[in-house]
């Protein structure tokens, strides 16, 4: 019953010790009231339960009650960290039991090697029991041990195996009331889905397990190192730290098993080397290591020794003591089959590297190389990644370029895998190292052309397929509804100055709820479809001139693409760009205010200094035509139109280059629709939406109640050009939670992207709408890089606060030129010129950019 209705058991077990029972039977009480202390709670009384079940089985004189209880009692010792004690106390049950009996104990063996990382003798033991187990018809405990050779198999990389394993036991779970035990059956589930590349999956299989241990109360420990795993993968370490950390507190909290608590370190100093935590990753891993010495887990031992020397080396440690470790690590993983042994051997070449020992590190990198032709897509990039520094160490820029694209091309199949696009852009993270040594190689060749095109192999490259829309989810559609009557029913209490924490925790908790939803959908797209042409990039920018911005070791390399060429200039550091970049947002925010007149020439100089920084002389060479600029992700803050070499030419933004392409050759959705929509609480009323509804003869005007979401949504599929009033808010936290905010709650991005068809032109005329996080390798997340996947070509949005009153005229200026028939950028352009000379409106108009081509 422990496994089947845990609590009710364990009452079960307490009316038998309360009612003068014989040795035999309160020997099964305490075991069961000891097992469950055990596996969800305080392992101090676990160990006295367990001890008092193997006493009175002595007394009982019955050697199978005996042996049953040892074998708890032993992997109660072991997962305490008392090794010895706990395989002492297995070996007795393996000798004392007979039949059955001993084949249930065998398990619990095979369970204990399992935790100690020793797979072989795992295996064997699983082997002997499984014939017993199944001849004896146990369907329960023939399941169980399916389930843990499954285990084992992934732990050794044999997936196909795993998966067959899986599949049997799950066939043979349904078959009892077992709860507990199918639970951990969908986990496990999860995991091989995991381990076979699939991570949406893997989260919904893994938040199903959790719904289902929630309801008996039973948590699992080992869920929480599983989804730090799948989280990382994801691209998501900080998030992964956190759970790992909250994982830990709880468990010494109860008092809970030290092998569990030591695999959480090493999850969590996993966790902060992806954040960029190392001096975080060297203590959790440093403790780990300890621990797993302690308990004699050799083989989780050497994986913490991995994570402590990548820490070592991001904090900047390398040394030839380093190289050393690194190489120690590497030889005893390959000798336990571990699948993170060609890790370890990119690591020593690296280091190697590093130090110029090019015949270590050669011999290294050969080791690693061997994973880029199988196994999942993660180790395979390892793979290429050690291939691509092997040629380059060897000088062949085109082994490089060669490794580098065979090494993307993994990482591409694996991220169209996944369906959110917050996923498909925090994964490229895992191929930046490769993006950045063929960005090197280019500029090495002396090749301009060839440099642009590795700075577009991995920029912005979540905006190149659309994210797969969410099904009809009714409960997804719920929870959407919920969020944004409790989101606005807390942003009334906060206008009130009334406290608000039970709403804020029920907003936080269906953020989640919605956040998991989409993290479990699933890619779609067959792939990312041509790759970029520099040819027919050219050809199609006709007498306007793309300015792409790269970054390699620090510096901004500016790339002129225009009248058929492409050319090169270096301009300045980009840590200074981005220092400056903060100080002008910090200017406009002053300037959004009357009487900050005198800013305006401090603001005037900061537009010059970022000019040197990010164009430098390549500023001399714009000519007069209009202008696309393409930053980096970490310089999208930066108000484009205040450089003064922009300041009055047609001028826009892009995520990237293909991007623009995409944007110039959509087409404009036939009807030519116009949706104005105004929010509430705008300090203007949203005073431009009156004339231009006057203005757009038969346009859909939604103001007041009737700018509801719903309405919105519907209003906004397929139409020509929209325009938004609404207060805009950014989530840095949270960023596809950035909103507009419409009468019944916040229109988020997650509704944009159920969109079929986001409108072809859109206007949002509030602050903070251009804002995004810049996640990933180069990607960006924010309510415009939504927008333009969908089939967007335009917006017109806002980098920084700005004076309610002064977006108005601008606005009006802007549409009429669109009614003219100018595009975005040029009626901008002429907007901003139209506007009066003061501050304040100067200020406003270079907040405003023009992002795509329509």
């Known amino acids: 019953m422990v496994f089947a209705a845990p609590k009710q058991a364990v009452a079960r077990a307490e009316e038998v010790l309360g009612s003068a029972p014989s040795p035999l039977h309160a020997s099964v009480a305490h075991q069961v009231i000891g097992i469950w202390q055990r596996d969800w709670g305080d392992m101090k009384l676990a160990l006295h339960h367990l001890r008092r079940a193997r006493d009175l089985a002595v007394r009982a004189e019955s050697t199978d009650r005996e042996g049953d209880a040892l074998a708890a009692l032993g992997v109660a010792l072991v997962t305490a960290g008392r090794t010895r004690q706990g395989l002492d106390a297995l070996e007795r049950g393996v000798r004392v039991s007979s039949g059955h009996t001993r084949a249930r104990v065998l398990f619990r063996r095979a369970y204990a090697s399992w935790v100690l990382g020793r797979h072989r003798e795992s295996l064997e033991d699983v082997r002997r029991a499984i014939p017993v187990l199944r001849q004896m018809d146990d369907v329960i405990w023939t399941a169980r041990?399916?389930?843990l050779r499954a285990t084992v198999h992934l732990a050794v990389g044999a997936v196909e195996r795993a998966e067959a394993d899986f599949a049997a036991a799950e066939s043979l779970f349904d078959t009892t009331g077992q709860e507990h035990d199918k639970a951990d059956g969908v986990e496990s589930r999860g995991l091989a889905a995991f381990r076979s590349g699939d991570i949406p999956a893997a989260l919904r299989l893994f938040d199903e397990a959790g719904d289902r241990y929630a309801k008996l109360g039973t948590p699992s420990f080992m869920l929480y190192i599983r989804r730090c795993e799948v989280l990382m993968a994801a691209g998501l370490a900080p998030e992964a730290l956190a759970e790992a950390d909250a994982a830990i507190a709880v468990l010494d909290g109860i008092g809970g098993q030290s092998t569990l608590k030591a695999e959480l370190l090493l999850a969590a100093a996993r966790a902060a080397r992806r954040a960029g935590d190392p001096h975080t990753a060297i203590a959790r891993a440093a403790l780990a290591v300890r621990l797993f010495a302690a308990q004699r887990r050799p083989w989780w031992e050497t994986h913490a020794r991995l994570v402590l020397v990548e820490a070592r080396l991001a904090a900047g440690r390398g040394s030839g003591r380093l190289v050393a470790d690194a190489a120690e690590v590497a030889e005893r993983l390959a000798g336990f089959g571990a699948p993170a042994a060609p890790e370890a051997s990119l690591l020593a070449g690296r280091i190697a590297l590093g130090l110029g020992w090019t015949a270590d590190a050669e011999r290294h990198l050969a080791v690693a190389a061997r994973s880029r032709h199988s196994g999942p897509p993660l180790a395979r990039m390892t793979g290429w990644a050690a291939q691509a520094l092997r040629a380059r160490a060897a000088g062949s820029q085109r082994g490089v370029l060669e490794a580098c694209r065979r090494g993307l091309d993994v990482l591409d199949d694996h991220r169209m895998t996944l369906g959110a696009s917050e996923l498909r852009a925090r994964a490229t993270e895992q191929g930046a190292e490769l993006a950045a040594l063929a960005q090197q190689a280019s500029l090495d060749s002396g090749s301009?052309?060839?440099?642009?095109?590795?700075?577009?192999?991995?920029?912005?490259?979540?905006?190149?397929?659309?994210?797969?829309?969410?099904?009809?989810?009714?409960?997804?559609?719920?929870?959407?509804?919920?969020?944004?009557?409790?989101?606005?029913?807390?942003?009334?209490?906060?206008?009130?100055?009334?406290?608000?924490?039970?709403?804020?925790?029920?907003?936080?908790?269906?953020?989640?709820?919605?956040?998991?939803?989409?993290?479990?959908?699933?890619?779609?797209?067959?792939?990312?479809?041509?790759?970029?042409?520099?040819?027919?990039?050219?050809?199609?920018?006709?007498?306007?001139?793309?300015?792409?911005?790269?970054?390699?070791?620090?510096?901004?390399?500016?790339?002129?693409?225009?009248?058929g060429r492409v050319r090169r200039f270096e301009a300045g550091p980009l840590a200074e760009a981005e220092t400056e970049a903060e100080h002008v947002q910090a200017g406009l925010r002053r300037l959004a205010h009357p009487g900050a007149e005198a800013r305006l020439p401090v603001v005037e100089a900061m537009g010059r200094r970022l000019?040197?920084?990010?164009?430098?002389?390549?500023?001399?060479?714009?000519?007069?035509?209009?202008?696309?600029?393409?930053?980096?992700?970490?310089?999208?803050?930066?108000?484009?139109?205040?450089?003064?070499?922009?300041?009055?030419?047609?001028?826009?933004?892009?995520?990237?280059?293909?991007?623009?392409?995409?944007?110039?050759?959509?087409?404009?959705?036939?009807?030519?629709?116009?949706?104005?929509?105004?929010?509430?609480?705008?300090?203007?009323?949203?005073?431009?939406?009156?004339?231009?509804?006057?203005?757009?003869?038969?346009?859909?005007?939604?103001?007041?109640?009737?700018?509801?979401?719903?309405?919105?949504?519907?209003?906004?599929?397929?139409?020509?050009?929209?325009?938004?009033?609404?207060?805009?808010?950014?989530?840095?936290?949270?960023?596809?939670?950035?909103?507009?905010?419409?009468?019944?709650?916040?229109?988020?991005?997650?509704?944009?992207?159920?969109?079929?068809?986001?409108?072809?032109?859109?206007?949002?005329?509030?602050?903070?709408?251009?804002?995004?996080?810049?996640?990933?390798?180069?990607?960006?997340?924010?309510?415009?890089?939504?927008?333009?996947?969908?089939?967007?070509?335009?917006?017109?949005?806002?980098?920084?606060?700005?004076?309610?009153?002064?977006?108005?005229?601008?606005?009006?200026?802007?549409?009429?030129?669109?009614?003219?028939?100018?595009?975005?950028?040029?009626?901008?352009?002429?907007?901003?010129?139209?506007?009066?000379?003061?501050?304040?409106?100067?200020?406003?108009?270079?907040?405003?950019?023009?992002?795509?081509?329509?």
């Open 145 to 147: 041990a399916l389930t």
């Open 611 to 854: 000019e040197e920084l990010l164009l430098g002389p390549a500023a001399a060479h714009l000519g007069s035509g209009p202008v696309v600029v393409v930053p980096p992700g970490r310089l999208h803050r930066v108000p484009w139109a205040l450089l003064p070499s922009l300041r009055e030419r047609v001028l826009s933004v892009s995520p990237s280059a293909s991007s623009w392409l995409r944007a110039h050759e959509t087409e404009p959705p036939p009807g030519g629709r116009q949706v104005l929509v105004r929010g509430p609480g705008l300090a203007t009323e949203g005073a431009e939406v009156s004339e231009l509804a006057g203005r757009y003869g038969g346009s859909t005007v939604l103001e007041e109640d009737e700018a509801r979401v719903p309405r919105v949504l519907e209003e906004l599929d397929g139409a020509a050009l929209a325009h938004i009033a609404a207060h805009g808010t950014f989530r840095a936290d949270s960023p596809l939670f950035s909103s507009l905010r419409m009468a019944d709650g916040p229109i988020v991005v997650h509704d944009f992207e159920r969109l079929d068809r986001s409108p072809y032109r859109i206007i949002l005329s509030c602050c903070d709408t251009a804002r995004f996080a810049s996640v990933g390798a180069d990607e960006l997340l924010g309510l415009v890089t939504a927008l333009l996947p969908l089939g967007t070509a335009g917006v017109v949005a806002c980098t920084a606060p700005v004076n309610d009153a002064a977006v108005v005229p601008l606005m009006l200026a802007l549409h009429k030129g669109l009614s003219s028939g100018l595009s975005l950028a040029e009626a901008l352009r002429d907007a901003r010129a139209a506007l009066p000379g003061d501050a304040t409106h100067q200020a406003t108009g270079w907040a405003f950019s023009a992002f795509g081509a329509a």
């Open 448 to 563: 301009p052309r060839r440099l642009l095109v590795w700075s577009e192999r991995w920029r912005a490259t979540a905006l190149s397929a659309p994210p797969t829309r969410p099904p009809a989810d009714p409960e997804l559609l719920g929870d959407l509804t919920a969020f944004r009557e409790i989101a606005a029913r807390a942003e009334a209490a906060r206008m009130e100055g009334r406290p608000i924490p039970a709403l804020e925790r029920e907003q936080r908790r269906l953020e989640r709820e919605i956040r998991g939803r989409t993290l479990h959908i699933r890619g779609d797209a067959p792939g990312f479809g041509s790759r970029f042409d520099p040819g027919r990039l050219l050809d199609r920018l006709g007498d306007v001139l793309l300015v792409e911005l790269a970054v390699l070791d620090g510096r901004v390399q500016v790339l002129l693409c225009g009248q």
